[in-house]
């Protein structure tokens, strides 16, 4: 065995997912066929849940100034995502470069290798281990892991090679993108979230430095095989066709095209081989939610790896990142393509975005779009249902006086290790978690919030190193005592 774990692709997903895994202790090799970074930037931020995981780990103030916007949409009709608690459509203004170079300093600071110029050619899976064979500056070389996760993006080498089935549907429409300098004198007018027109739909935004991203669908373009990229000539007519503008003057920084195939993988596991982010979904980026669902499933799997690595993993706590993220894979698919038909679609879709802009006008309709594409709904079916309202649920963003001092939620998660939050100063709390003290570290702290705040009325949260609730106290339904719930997602009390 060369190293435990090896991940291919140093995308987003494949970045964040090295520093989980070092944050749990365990060596990590990162191959990317890159021989370096891109430098392009498909996304240009990340919704609110993947602020919040951000959060978690200490790496916003790393973005710089991070600005989100409550305003935000779904298929192009506008959502207010205030409607949640902590809700926002998203932190906005941040290439996709800036947080892979951000999660690459992170990986490196914890220890994680990244090999870059070494591309995977070759896989043996088996139940004890994997073997990758890459191509590398130096010739082919191959190496064994216990596992292997292919974080390697949609066309994905590692979900093919280990047999993964990945159903869907294809492109049936193609779309432009461009990065363009000094196009139209005084720059685009923007339109953030999208400007239907009778032909089809344009979206711009300002970028830094006087660059405007541009994106064109005109309707009525199926994908077309292609011998060489998109070209700006061809993306400025197909704006000039939409909107009437001439952009064809600017300079093109990078031009790009992408469509609306929607698939998943069937199995995010199969033996010592695992998938996340778009290797294991692809789909229309609308709403912006790729790279943050990808960093999601980082978080789900980083810990329960680590876990079963190390030998105190419960059983069958890996095989809950399957049943955990792929219902979240199959609702992200389901909204982009609701998304896509809103957007897209011609003069026959006006009746139903006018049914649904009513509909969202209902808060109870607003609030579940929002939680949808922020992620911040997400309650993992791996709990029981009744009990605490937060069970399975994200840990809220809230203020607390600890030990020393004010601090937040948040802050109780920067190790990566599971969290008791003991709100009530109840030592049974304190000494039931106690057999567990090298996996779950225990914080005495009491909410600083408003009656009727998240965690108003809450004693007791155990928190599992992903930001999910594991256990709670007082719970509503049946009781599941606290020393189970730690046995269910820390192993075994230790002697
Ligand atoms: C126009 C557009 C806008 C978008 N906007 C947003 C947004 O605002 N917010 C958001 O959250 N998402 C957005 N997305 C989606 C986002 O870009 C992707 O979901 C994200 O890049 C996925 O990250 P990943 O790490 O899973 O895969 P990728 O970013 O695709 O990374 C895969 C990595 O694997 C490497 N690789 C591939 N094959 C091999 C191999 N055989 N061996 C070794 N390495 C290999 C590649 O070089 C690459 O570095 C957008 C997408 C598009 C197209």
């Not at 990244?114 to 050619?121: F, L, M, S, T, Y």
């Not at 064979?133 to 190496?143: K, S, Y």
């Not at 100063?425 to 600083?448: F, H, I, K, M, S």
């Amino acid at each position: 065995m060369d190293v435990p774990v090896i991940v291919v692709g140093a995308g987003p997903t494949g970045l964040f997912l090295a520093a989980e895994l070092r944050l749990g202790g365990v060596d990590v090799l990162v191959l990317d066929a890159l021989d370096r970074p891109s430098g392009q930037s498909r996304g240009l931020g990340f919704t609110a849940r993947a602020t919040e995981l951000f959060d978690m780990r200490g790496l916003l103030p790393r973005f710089g100034t991070v600005r989100t916007d409550t305003r935000g949409h779904f298929g192009g009709i506008p959502l207010d995502y205030g409607v949640l608690d902590g809700g926002h459509f998203g932190a906005r203004g941040i290439p996709q470069a800036r947080t892979e170079a951000v999660l690459a300093d992170r990986a490196t600071e914890l220890g994680a290798e990244i090999r870059r110029g070494w591309k995977a050619v070759g896989l043996v899976n088996g139940p004890d281990g994997a073997e990758v064979e890459a191509e590398t500056p130096a010739g082919r070389r191959r190496l064994r892991c216990r596992f292997l996760v292919g974080c390697d993006g949609g066309h994905s080498f590692v979900r093919g090679a280990a047999g993964i089935a990945f159903p869907g549907t294809a492109a049936t429409r193609e779309m432009f993108l461009a990065d363009v300098a000094g196009a139209a004198g005084g720059g685009i007018r923007p339109r953030p979230i999208g400007e239907r027109l009778p032909g089809g739909m344009v979206m711009s935004a300002p970028l830094a430095d006087g660059v405007d991203r541009v994106i064109v669908c005109e309707r009525g373009t199926p994908p077309r095989r292609r011998d060489r990229p998109v070209t700006f000539d061809e993306v400025a007519a197909a704006w000039r066709r939409l909107t009437g503008e001439d952009i064809g003057g600017g300079t093109a920084h990078w031009v790009s095209s992408f469509g609306d195939a929607t698939h998943q993988a069937v199995a995010y596991r199969k033996d010592s081989v695992l998938l996340a982010g778009d290797a294991a979904h692809t789909h229309l980026p609308a709403g912006g939610q790729g790279l943050s669902v990808g960093v999601q499933d980082a978080a789900n799997l980083g810990w329960k790896l680590a876990a079963t690595v190390h030998g105190w993993a419960p059983p069958g706590l890996l095989d809950t990142y399957h049943a955990e993220r792929h219902p979240v894979g199959a609702r992200l698919l389901a909204n982009t393509r609701a998304q896509g038909l809103l957007y897209l679609g011609g003069e026959e879709t006006l009746p139903l975005r006018a049914v649904f802009a009513e509909l969202m006008e209902l808060p109870e309709a607003g609030r579940h779009l929002a939680g949808r594409v922020s992620g911040l709904d997400i309650r993992y079916g791996t709990f029981p249902d009744g009990g605490h309202p937060l069970l399975g649920r994200r840990l809220p963003p809230a203020d607390l006086v600890g030990e020393d001092g004010p601090t937040t939620t948040f802050a109780q998660l920067r190790t990566g290790r599971g969290v008791l939050l003991d709100l009530a100063a109840d030592p049974d709390v304190r000494d039931a978690a106690r057999p567990w003290a090298d996996r779950v570290r225990v914080v005495t702290a009491a909410p600083r919030e408003a009656p009727g705040g998240p965690l108003d009325g809450t004693a007791a949260l155990l928190v599992r190193p992903d930001g999910h609730v594991a256990w709670a106290a007082p719970g509503g339904g049946p009781p599941v005592a606290l020393p189970a719930a730690l046995r269910r997602w820390f192993g075994r009390a230790a002697r």
